[in-house]
Every structure is written in C-alpha cells, then in structure tokens.
C-alpha cells in the first residue's frame, strides 16, 4: 500500500503543479490585437486588412483556450469527484479545493510576468523569491482575478455536468 500512496502523492503534485498549464492559455488572448485585422483612421473610416495569418491565429489561440479550459474543469471535477469519495466532509473539500484554485491562479501569474515554467517548481527558493518580490497591486488584481475566473468556470462546469451525469443515469 506504500507503493500505491506514494504513487498517489506523485500524481498529485504533478496535478497541482501542471493544472495552472490549463487555465493559463486564457492569457493567451493577450496576443491578439486589433490592429492585425484592420485599420481605423480619422475621417476616413475603417479599412479591414485582407490577411490570413492573423486569422490562423486567432484559430489557434482559440482552439488552444477552448481545449485548455476544458481540460482544466475537467480535470477539476475529476479531482473534486475523487477528493468528496476519499474525504466525507464537504467543508474540507471545498477549502482544499479553493485553495488548489488559488496556487493555479498564484501559478498563472508566475507563468505569465514571471516567465518561468512548471519544472522551475524544482527550484523553490526561486520562485519563492521571485513571487515575492513581485508582489503588488496587479499582481493580487490578477491573481483574484484568475480565482474568480477558476471558481465560476469549475462551479459552472460541475452543475451543468452533475445535472447533465444524473439526467442521462435516470433513462
């Protein structure tokens, strides 16, 4: 049995610290930008741009954000549905899964202003380093933001997937 919950604690840190993977492709939109579709000018109008390659990549950042976010609520309910057989108490089970939420929002900044990948988790010191001192206003903005953004996605997708689980079980 040692072998199976060492296995399991294995499997868990590598859930927590790739789930942020999931979930950051959102700031991906960051990419996109107006300009490369067309053209506002004064009194003259707007005048789209003929080009393809930005509509390959909204395509892509699209495609990407929709199978990230999938997998990340997905991924979350899996973990939620296991975490409420293993542990009985609803409360618990929400604070650990809030507090999951809030280190894949902490692991989105980190990923996204800090510039620095999953496996840098093998040096803690750096990243502990690194996070805090760049700690501000934005950086708790964001965060809360990605905790907002986490929360209502995973509530959403976990109704809509028990109603949709338990109407189908009944026919």
């Known amino acids: 049995n040692y072998k199976n919950d060492m296995l399991s604690i294995i499997l868990l840190l590598m859930?927590?610290?790739?789930?942020?993977?999931?979930?950051?492709?959102?700031?991906?939109?960051?990419?996109?930008?107006?300009?490369?579709?067309?053209?506002?000018?004064?009194?003259v109008g707007t005048t789209y741009r003929f080009a393809i390659e930005p509509y390959l990549m909204l395509s892509h950042i699209l495609f990407t954000l929709l199978i990230g976010l999938y997998t990340g609520v997905e991924s979350l309910t899996i973990f939620y549905s296991l975490l409420k057989k293993r542990i009985q108490k609803p409360v618990v089970n929400y604070i650990i899964m809030f507090s999951l939420i809030v280190l894949s929002s902490i692991g989105i900044y980190i990923g996204r202003f800090l510039r620095l990948f999953s496996w840098d988790i093998l040096n803690p010191f750096k990243v502990l380093k690194m996070f805090t001192e760049s700690i501000s206003g934005f950086s708790i903005a964001f965060i809360i933001l990605f905790i907002l953004l986490q929360s209502i996605l995973f509530i959403g997708y976990y109704v809509l997937f028990k109603k949709y689980s338990e109407n189908n079980s009944k026919l």
């Open 15 to 43: 859930f927590v610290f790739f789930l942020p993977n999931t979930f950051y492709t959102i700031t991906d939109l960051i990419h996109l930008n107006s300009n490369e579709f067309y053209h506002v000018e004064a009194y």
